[in-house]
């Protein structure tokens, strides 16, 4: 399962298909190097016991996909490339604010306890911003003191990104007002804040 096209998340894929005849590479379009199945947004499929639902999640790029799976026991995860990661999320390459939002939104509604497999380890760095962001969120701050505990901080939660990254966070007064006042604005929509949040980490 592929996220996106991008050479560090597909760029094994061709190979891994010359080495293993009959292996199936799934991915969102013909961008995706060694794609054999192009999903199609909340169209479920099974690999053995696992039901995996394709969630379109546009932004990062425009053919990026999440990937919900459940197994029999209703155990969950998903695993999100570059669209989410913990605390953070992916730059804003091919898309638009509004993408990433709706993304993030999405992700957003899964079950509180789904856990998060995130594309790459960017978690002290993505908390740095979110403390700039939240300077008074006691979540982001036990956060950091964990992360810097651990070896590595897969996977994550919904509910923990909920508490803890501010572009999960774009409705909350606090991250909302940061937003407004970065961008000397009097108001702004949801994804609008989130743009202002994407631009100021991009430069953070």
Not at 23 to 29: F, K, P, R
Not at 165 to 182: G, Q
């Amino acid at each position: 399962m592929t996220t996106h096209h991008h050479w560090d998340h597909a760029g094994g894929n061709v190979k891994l298909l010359q080495k293993v005849p009959g292996v199936v590479c799934y991915g969102g379009s013909d961008q995706v190097k060694g794609v054999t199945h192009i999903v199609a947004n909340n169209n479920p499929f099974k690999v053995g016991a696992l039901t995996i639902r394709p969630m379109a999640t546009f932004g990062h790029t425009m053919d990026h996909i999440c990937y919900y799976v459940q197994d029999k026991d209703s155990q969950h995860a998903v695993f999100t490339g570059d669209c989410l990661f913990s605390s953070g999320c992916g730059r804003i390459f091919e898309g638009s604010a509004d993408d990433m939002h709706r993304a993030l939104t999405a992700i957003r509604e899964l079950p509180k306890e789904c856990k998060i497999y995130f594309g790459h380890e960017y978690t002290l760095s993505n908390l740095k911003f979110a403390q700039h962001v939240e300077s008074d969120n006691a979540d982001i701050r036990d956060k950091v003191t964990w992360a810097r505990s651990v070896g590595s901080t897969t996977p994550s939660t919904v509910q923990n990104e909920i508490l803890t990254n501010p572009f999960m966070r774009v409705a909350e007064k606090p991250v909302r007002e940061w937003a407004l006042r970065e961008a000397g604005l009097s108001s702004a929509k949801p994804d609008q804040v989130l743009g202002i949040l994407r631009k100021a980490k991009d430069n953070f």
